[in-house]
């Protein structure tokens, strides 16, 4: 199941105690969900999701508030996957009270046409409710192991701008893109989309999203020190490698014996242990000597020996 899929679930299962935020919930998943489909010659009010719970939810709220139901199909398509399509249709109920109802969600329909009205949302319960349900109806998230974005889609500008400022209440900063004839309102940082969860109520998806990304970013931490040994390590080895090379060289034209001795007893120890770090080769020498100062002393070996490569013998 998809992080999306799991969200609505969660949210489907909430239990909202005041009658007041049932319905701005309601409001929010009418508002964003339903569309007008001509089927026959007739316009016809549906509701279409994939989600089993979500179609169970917005049925049976529907009937808990208005006493009334709206008509369930159920469709199976082939299409992408076999997958199953819920179709909720409201065309029936939309006689003189239901259209008072949906006067009052800021919604009126004439034939085909659908538009919006701004509605004025006084509690701060009820506002969290209405983002729930806009979230139910036309939100999605990524999956948060690939990346963070959370989006929302509305039919028309008005309820996406209406969305942007709600969350603005709750300090949280949202863009829109218009896609298609579709609003999109979304969230790109992971803050963000955390806050956004928290708001609608979403504890277990927050969580785990929370979850993740301490792993994520554990797992840079890690990888940033990794690479940082790995680049500490290639430089030592280089550096041994070129050691070893100078000395053989030196060994090959004038033999060591012609180094003093300081440098010469270096010489030795670093061939016999070319994997020895240099405080390590420090530590051999008696009396013992800094990184720094077997450094220096290999850095001479080097010159010696660049000096035979450029000048002879
Ligand atoms: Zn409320």
Known sequence: MSFS???????????????????????????????IRKYKGKPRVLFTTENASLSRHLYSRVK?????????FILKTRRFHNHTVYRLEFTHLLGEE??????KMGISIDGEKISYKNI????????????????????SITDPD???????????????QECISLLKEFDIESRHIERKGHYLVYLKEGQEIVDFLN?????????????????????????????????????TVNASLRHVDSIKY???????????????????LRLENPDASLSELGQMLNPALSKSGVNHRLRKIDRIAENIRLNGI
């Open 5 to 35: 899929m799991d969200i609505k679930k969660e949210l489907t299962r909430i239990e909202t105690s005041g009658i007041c935020c049932k319905e701005y919930e309601l409001t929010g998943i009418i508002r964003a969900g339903i569309v």
């Open 64 to 72: 808990e508030l208005y006493k009334n139901s709206p008509d369930i």
């Open 98 to 103: 239901m259209k008072m109802i949906m006067k």
């Open 120 to 139: 004025k949302i006084r509690k701060r319960c009820c506002k969290r409710a209405y983002l729930r349900g806009c979230f139910l109806a036309g939100g």
């Open 146 to 160: 690939r990346s963070y974005h959370l989006e929302v889609t509305f039919p028309s500008l008005l309820l996406a």
């Open 199 to 235: 708001v609608i109520g979403a504890h277990n998806a927050l969580l785990k999203l929370e979850n993740i990304r301490i792993l994520k970013d554990m797992r840079n931490q890690v990888n940033r020190i990794v690479n940082c040994e790995t680049a500490n390590l290639e430089k």
């Open 250 to 268: 030196i060994a090959e034209t004038r033999g060591l014996d012609s180094l003093p001795e300081n440098l010469r007893e270096i010489a030795v």
